[in-house]
């Protein structure tokens, strides 16, 4: 095998490895990022769980992606270790059907029917169709279409130059002997395990097996320890992707290495030690790429049903490998894995359920802000400190990731809802601050035993009504998704906007009737400004909303055309509001 052989193979695999990718990243796109996030929404059931590793595994084409998703899942809380196990063992079988596919570029002929279905005709016309969709068509559906084709042609290409490369070794001495050697299942079993560890790809390497089998010298005896090894050594990309993690997501990771092997340890001593006994005859069989693929998925398939009874066993295993360690503390922030920036979908996701967690403690923190002012207590004024500094802490984490997830490929939906959340971020954690103002102002009307006139607290009272409503429709219409009740949003700020300004002239009466003292004076002016600058942070959010949803975003120019047109739903909302909350 000469260096031009050589580096022909290389070229192969590099462009095997390149065309798989592309065509797993086509079909997530076209599938429309849903199969991810289903991953952790619909996996109750063992079987369920099985079945959607198997089917996920089988279009992404990586069982390693499939499994390091479930490690991000277990590692932020939102899947069970056991769960995890389930998908994990149907990745396991998922990922032969990559050597169905590598099977197509098998096809061989010649003259009439079969020459057009040959290897070389075959990738001729889908990389044609597939470019032409790349380049011709504007449909984001046709361009994806395009970017698998793409990639299949790419990997038969690949695959074809391995094939040729590889093509004179059947008369080298050298290779014989070194297939024979493979014979030895422990040995097999451990070059599998290495060449995969080294390629990282399971697929990859269950490929380039069969692109050795065209030399005509592999047998089924050699091959099936290399196809067991293959599957222990698909599980060093997992376990590099756990690294970081919690307690649970090591334990997911470790859950491919032990189950893999001892899948395979199992399956190898039951099949050899009745091999020793009857002696099959068909260990001998020469292979070829598509008896292959029948053989590793039949493999596959017999050790996924030698695992399934025994997902507990294997649950306990990997715990007693992993001794339990004091985790820090919950931290609801910690759902915005990392590993999830590679799937936009589950990224956007666990940021959409993250957020609104934030606008639902931004919610309670002025609840309890405005409860405070006429029943404190410190158990209160520490609830409100501390869901401050937990809305500081969301901001911190969603705005880092948020922008991370900004350079990654998302689709015009994903990108919307990104913005908005972007847009809303600082004014979820300016409306916790002015709680955390308003909770201050309670502590120093109590501290310095201050209490306001009766008419001061009567319109106190109509304030924190419309206050609390305000903030209300903000967050549920901000968890929600509804821009029709985000609509309300505005014409309360402006009723809220006048109650301040009634406020403050009929405290200026009542300082000129005595009243009201200049010390009542400073927390009353604290009071009334925190409370619009809650509704105002209202406003921004309720704008973002509609905004970006409308495709624009301008604040100003939004708030000036609402305001002059006074449209007939928004005049409706304004009256009811100013109807609802009158100064007595």
């Known amino acids: 095998m000469g260096i031009s052989e050589?580096?022909?193979?290389?070229?192969?695999?590099?462009?095997?490895?390149?065309?798989?990718?592309?065509?797993?990243?086509?079909?997530?796109?076209l599938s429309g990022s849903r199969l991810e996030p289903i991953l952790f929404r619909l996996t109750g059931k063992p079987i369920r769980g099985v079945l959607l590793g198997t089917g996920v595994t089988a279009v992404i084409q990586s069982s390693c992606a499939t499994s390091v998703m479930c490690v991000g899942f277990v590692n932020s809380g939102i899947m069970k270790l056991k769960q995890a196990a389930y998908v994990i063992f149907g990745a396991i079988l998922g990922t032969s059907i990559t050597g169905w596919i590598i099977c197509l570029s098998y096809i061989e002929g010649a003259g009439s029917l079969r020459e057009l279905l040959s290897t070389a005709t075959l990738t001729g016309i889908i990389a044609?169709?597939?470019?032409?969709?790349?380049?011709?068509?504007?449909?984001?559906?046709?361009?994806?279409?395009?970017?698998?084709?793409?990639?299949?042609?790419?990997l038969m290409f690949g695959m074809s130059m391995m094939s040729g490369a590889v093509g004179s070794l059947r008369e080298q001495e050298w290779f014989t002997r070194s297939l024979t050697s493979m014979k030895m299942p422990l040995l097999g079993i451990l070059v599998g395990a290495a060449f995969t560890a080294l390629l990282q790809s399971a697929s990859a390497a269950v490929g380039i097996v069969q692109a050795l089998s065209v030399t005509g010298a592999l047998t089924l005896e050699s091959a099936l320890p290399l196809l067991m090894g293959i599957s222990i050594g698909a599980a060093l990309p997992v376990l590099l992707s756990a690294l970081g993690a919690k307690t649970d997501g090591k334990r997911t990771a470790f859950i491919y290495l032990v189950g893999s092997f001892m899948g395979v340890m199992v399956f190898a001593s039951l099949f050899y030690i009745a091999h020793a006994i009857?002696?099959?005859?068909?260990?001998?069989?020469?292979?070829?790429?598509?008896?292959?693929?029948?053989?590793?998925?039949?493999?596959?398939?017999?050790?996924?049903?030698?695992?399934?009874?025994?997902?507990?066993?294997?649950?306990?295993?990997?715990?007693?490998?992993?001794?339990e360690k004091k985790d820090?503390?919950?931290?609801?922030?910690?759902?915005?894995?990392?590993?999830?920036?590679?799937?936009?979908?589950?990224?956007?996701?666990?940021?959409?359920?993250?957020?609104?967690?934030?606008?639902?403690?931004?919610?309670?923190?002025i609840l309890s802000a405005l409860t405070l002012v006429t029943n404190f207590s410190d158990e209160g004024f520490t609830a409100v400190q501390n869901m401050e500094s937990a809305v500081d802490?969301?901001?911190?984490?969603?705005?880092?990731?948020?922008?991370q997830l900004t350079s990654t490929s998302l689709n015009e939906e994903q990108g919307q809802t990104i913005s908005i959340f972007l847009h809303t971020l600082s004014d979820l954690e300016r409306i916790s601050d002015h709680a955390l103002n308003l909770a201050e102002s309670a502590k120093?009307?109590?501290?310095?035993?201050?209490?306001?006139?009766?008419?001061?607290?009567?319109?106190?009272?109509?304030?924190?009504?419309a206050v609390r409503?305000?903030?209300?429709?903000?967050?549920?219409?901000?968890?929600?998704?509804?821009?029709?009740?985000?609509?309300?949003?505005?014409?309360?700020?402006?009723?809220?906007?006048?109650?301040?300004?009634?406020?403050?002239?009929?405290?200026?009466?009542?300082?000129?009737?005595?009243?009201?003292?200049?010390?009542?004076g400073f927390v009353f002016n604290d009071l009334i400004t925190n409370l619009e600058r809650v509704s105002d942070h209202c406003s921004n959010i309720a704008v973002a909303m509609i905004e970006l949803n409308a495709g624009t975003f301008d604040t100003h120019e939004y708030l000036d055309r609402i305001k002059q047109q006074r449209t007939a739903d928004y005049q409706q909302y304004f009256n009811d509001f100013r109807a609802r909350f009158v100064l007595s």
């Open 393 to 403: 802490r969301y901001e911190d984490a969603l705005g880092s990731y948020l922008l």
């Open 128 to 154: 044609i169709v597939g470019i032409a969709f790349r380049m011709f068509t504007k449909k984001r559906s046709l361009r994806q279409i395009g970017d698998i084709l793409m990639g299949f042609a790419v």
């Open 278 to 323: 009857f002696r099959f005859p068909f260990m001998e069989r020469i292979m070829n790429p598509f008896s292959l693929a029948v053989v590793n998925t039949l493999f596959r398939l017999v050790m996924l049903c030698l695992l399934l009874p025994f997902a507990d066993v294997l649950e306990a295993l990997v715990k007693l490998m992993i001794p």
């Open 328 to 365: 820090a503390e919950a931290d609801p922030t910690l759902r915005l894995e990392e590993r999830f920036l590679a799937y936009p979908a589950l990224a956007v996701e666990q940021s959409r359920i993250t957020i609104h967690e934030m606008a639902e403690q931004s919610r309670q923190a």
């Open 469 to 520: 409503e305000v903030v209300k429709i903000t967050t549920d219409s901000f968890i929600a998704d509804d821009f029709k009740k985000a609509a309300q949003v505005e014409p309360l700020e402006e009723v809220i906007d006048l109650l301040c300004d009634e406020m403050k002239l009929h405290h200026i009466e009542r300082l000129q009737n005595a009243n009201c003292t200049i010390r009542q």
């Open 444 to 465: 120093e009307l109590k501290d310095k035993q201050i209490s306001f006139s009766e008419a001061a607290q009567k319109e106190f009272s109509v304030m924190f009504a």
């Open 6 to 29: 050589i580096m022909s193979l290389l070229s192969g695999i590099a462009l095997f490895l390149f065309g798989m990718s592309l065509m797993g990243d086509g079909l997530k796109k």
